[in-house]
């Protein structure tokens, strides 16, 4: 298999960089926010569009979270301590993360959509990173698989 890198380290490396710093301040970004919004001064009086908030506060934490993990894959491969073919273990690849529902977001306050949008646009860059390192290794991407399914799964051969 060659190398999971087919571009200069260094490049990956400054790729793999400026991109977890700028995850991590945008997840201390949207931990300060989340945390200290209180929804009732934005005009959410409706207890299901708080809810809705709140789902997506999650929605951003967990986006971020998929980020960061994937960036300290790259990091760990990066130092030698995952190889080549680990890379394209599941774990090792980029969570699926949930959409929003534009409609909805289009109704929060003006910091709640900069931070969801932020999030997304991070999210979608990290995803064509990871599309474009497949292509160039010559690997396809692992599919998709059902959390829920391969639980199933799991219980189904225990027992």
């Known amino acids: 298999m060659p190398s999971a890198i087919s571009l200069d380290r260094g490049l990956h490396r400054g ?8 995850a991590m301040l945008m997840a201390d970004e949207a931990r300060s926010y989340f945390d200290g919004c209180d929804v009732r001064e934005d005009g959410m009086d409706d207890p299901l569009r708080r809810v809705a908030f709140a789902c997506e506060s999650l929605k951003v934490t967990t986006r971020l ?21 680990d890379l394209s273990d ?19 306050p003006f910091a709640a959509r900069a ?18 390192l497949d292509r160039m290794t010559g690997s396809l991407a692992m599919p998709m698989i059902n959390p829920a399914r391969a639980l199933l799964d799991r219980l189904n051969t225990a027992f």
């Open 90 to 108: 599941e774990k090792y690849r980029l969570g699926r993360a949930s959409e929003s529902d534009p409609l909805l977001v289009a109704t929060f």
């Open 65 to 85: 979270m998929h980020i960061i993990a994937w960036l300290l894959s790259q990091r760990a491969w990066q130092r030698g301590e995952i190889s080549d073919a």
């Open 15 to 22: 790729l793999v960089d400026g991109l977890y710093l700028e």
């Open 115 to 132: 931070l969801i949008e932020a999030s997304h646009d991070l999210y979608d860059r990290v995803a064509r990173l990871q599309d474009r």
